[in-house]
């Protein structure tokens, strides 16, 4: 598939929302989850006071000193049981909403991956976006919810209890907190550090995910060569590769806790040597020196844990580089706001069906022009075929009319209408494609068959639907593989349809493109895995649905396009189109280019002479010499 050429100004691709933007909604959410933690805060450092006020009591030996401690305990234990309610209702509000920001970016992500054209998929492995879409994603709720959480408490803590420090006694506060600068300054200088080993590690992720993706794929590929020991032996070092630097991430991430651990007990300990001078001179009282240090080890927790929630955000802010980075590389038609669902019933919409005109189009790849020129016109219930040697064109072809190629202004136009202007779900929803290299689901025989007309549901279809899903498959020249089938079209076809042949595949993607029921039929090379006899035999089933004339009562008959190297598959369409290098080197009616005798007639020959069923498909016209 072709990569897509720069985009223009107009078409310039929309710049994705920022993380705080996506953020934006959850604010409210977030916000109370905030005051909750304000509140939780606030309980937890007024147990210290009650602390103090209790010590304090009974180091005076004071009459009903007892029923003052008891009181005092009744109320830390209040205190507390009111302290785990709010604390257990910000993790609630603030880790719920990161999750409703990762459901809504795996949402928009799928949404925006199953708008990009073929070319992205050839620039970005499957693997690597499957690990985006769930390890990253993971990543950035963790960000949104643990991460949020650490930050706005540690902001909390510290300038709480602070200051509450300070009330108690500025000397020690300021002796005590001399060790603290170093946290900030070893965090500063790990930060980067732990970036780019997340970084790193989601990548070695991805690219573990996609040899193990194609290894599982192509399992039968890799044991008929028997490479079982080859693939091992690379997965094996990919594997390694990937606990490497897990392990990597950990050791640096380790080091910092017990580091900040330290950097903490340092200043406990400064505070119980200072703090006992302090108490001898009778600048503080026992309890005072005693609510200090419970306000002390108050900011110990988030000093410790500094080294962790550094890493959260490292790793949730490299998770969200790699996202991003996806999002910018995409298309300005993967951004719109698709439909509820593609266009089903798209024939309903052009009763009189669409005329395709194609002007002067050309597609380059770099310094290599795949298409120069091609023009043609064509209207409902007319068929063109385009043939023409390999590498000539006619896969370029196919994907610019269906929308995976991004083509000039003023090339396309459906029904006079440019392509440029219209939305690619509304371009795709006119086409029913039947690809050279058809994917079916993991899903039932009739499922794939209607996989182009979905419903509002997934409701088993009713009888009327079930009869025209055998009409399609019988015209796709299925119903002798159906009758075959052990549950006929309740046959599960395996993943990716591994329980079919190439041509069972072709002919069930074919049955999908005719059920569709779209105003224009696109058909490239979907028969190249089926015989030249069964050719002929689904051809002889295609032609009346196809003709010019629709029966009483139906809408226009579809524009067919027929992509194909077979000149016995295209001999009957109302107009051959010839592509010699990219270029419309003839066009005519079968007849006419056999007359002409030039590259249409040479093909013809030569697959003449090495194709018996050709040979009597073409029989009329065996007046030309070899």
Known sequence: ???????????????????????????????????????????????????????????????????????????????????????????????????????????????????????????????????????????????????????????????????????????????????????????????????????????????????????????????????ESRRRAQFDRLNQGYFDRQLALVRARGALTPLFALIGGLGTWIVLWLGGHEVTSGRLTVGQLVAFNAYLVFLSWPTVALGWVLSLWQRGTAAWARVRELLDHGTAHALQAPPALPVPEARAAYPNGVTLRVTNLTVEHGSARRLDGVSFTLAPGRTLAVVGRTGCGKSTLADALAGFVEVPRGTIFFDERDARDLPAAEIRGAIAYAPQDAFLFSATLAENIAFGRPTASDAAPDASAMAEIRAAALAAGLARDVAAFPDGHETLVGERGITLSGGQRQRVALARALHARRPILLLDDSLSAVDAETEQDILGHLRPLLGAQPDAGETARPAVIIVSHRVAAVRHADEILVLDGGRAAERGTHAELVAKNGLYAEIYREQFASDPVASVATAPYQEVQP
């Not at 803590?157 to 005590?176: F, Q």
């Not at 194609?214 to 890799?222: K, N, S």
């Open 1 to 227: 598939m072709l990569p897509l050429p720069e985009p223009s100004a107009k078409r310039a691709t929309p710049t994705p929302p920022s993380l705080i933007r996506r953020m934006r909604v959850e604010l409210p959410q977030l916000s109370l989850g905030a005051l909750c933690l304000v509140g939780s805060n606030a309980l937890g450092l007024a147990i210290p006071r009650n602390l103090q006020h209790a010590v304090d009591a009974l180091a005076a030996t004071k009459p009903g000193v007892l029923d003052l401690v008891a009181r005092a305990a009744l109320l830390i234990v209040a205190l507390a049981a009111m302290q785990a309610a709010f604390r257990t209702a910000s993790r609630v509000l603030i880790f719920n909403a990161g999750r409703n920001i990762e459901y809504r970016l795996r949402r928009d992500l799928f949404g925006f991956l199953a708008a990009q054209p073929p070319a992205f998929y050839a620039r970005h492995p499957v693997g690597d976006l499957m690990s985006r879409l769930t390890n990253d994603l993971g990543a950035v709720r963790m960000l949104f919810g643990p991460g949020v959480l650490n930050l706005v408490n540690t902001a909390i803590v510290y300038v709480s209890g602070i200051w509450l420090l300070l009330d108690l006694s500025p000397r020690l506060t300021a002796v005590a907190l001399l060790p603290f600068p170093l946290v900030f300054l070893f965090g500063r200088l790990s930060s980067r550090r732990l970036f780019q080993q997340s970084r790193a590690l989601q990548e070695q992720l991805g690219t573990l995910s996609t040899s193990l993706q194609e290894d599982l794929t192509g399992i039968a590929t890799v044991r008929a060569y028997t490479l």
